[in-house]
């Protein structure tokens, strides 16, 4: 398993003709990150199999999850105003990444369906760290739905975190290994298959 973190600053990487024609479509910010992440997702992949950035064969359109063939692997991408997070797994992955910092409206996001299965928890927190566990939340949820191309608004509530190592998705009955770091000002979650014994995954800064 690797993750990669990359700051938007850094320059542009090759992407594909049709990857080119895709972003010329798109409006200016969406291309701008389009023609980014695919870069990115080329370049970090190509140094996994050695491989040139143009023979990686990615399939990736705007808003969807790029796949690649069974051999390759599964990723996944998350990005915050700045930085941009990879992961690579050879089994099933999702990343999501969070500013620390970000501005959230605590109290309406208690009040909100997407904690509902956690409030409890979280109001016996103290106001300090109320807002670093919600925050915690819902990277590792929004890592859970990726790691099965799911949808947000679908599959949400179908997830159940069970500890800090596990958790369950009770519609698809399937179960996914986790885990969150907090790396500078980023708060990242992850989710890949349970099959995986352990959790190995390489962060390279780029």
Not at 37 to 52: D, Q, V
Not at 94 to 107: A, F, L, P, T
Not at 119 to 126: A, D, G, P
Not at 149 to 156: H, K, L, T
Request: hydrophobic share 40%; charged share 25%; aromatic share 14%.
């Amino acid at each position: 398993m690797k993750l990669w973190i990359i700051p938007f600053s850094n320059r542009y990487k090759y992407i594909s003709s049709f990857e080119e024609g895709v972003s010329k479509g798109l409006p200016k910010k969406k291309s701008h990150i389009y023609r980014f992440t695919r870069g990115y997702l080329r370049f970090c992949l190509s140094r996994i199999f050695s491989l040139p950035c143009e023979d990686i064969p990615i399939f990736s359109l705007p808003g969807k999850p790029p796949t690649l063939p069974n051999k390759y692997g599964y990723v996944s991408m998350s990005h915050t105003n700045n930085t941009l997070l990879i992961g690579w797994s050879i089994k099933n992955i999702g990343v999501d990444i969070e500013n620390i910092n970000r501005n959230i409206n605590v109290e309406r996001i208690l009040k909100s369906k997407w904690f509902k299965n956690d409030q409890e928890r979280i109001k016996c927190l103290n106001d300090n760290d109320v807002k670093k566990e919600i925050l915690k939340i819902w990277v590792i949820k929004e890592a859970l739905v990726k790691s099965h191309f799911g949808s947000i608004i679908r599959d949400y509530d179908y997830w159940l975190i069970k500890n800090e190592f596990i958790a369950e998705n009770y519609k698809l009955k399937i179960f996914r290994k986790i885990s969150h770091k907090v790396i500078n000002n980023w708060t990242i979650g992850i989710a890949y298959d349970e099959s995986i014994l352990f959790n190995s995954e390489i962060i390279e800064f780029l």
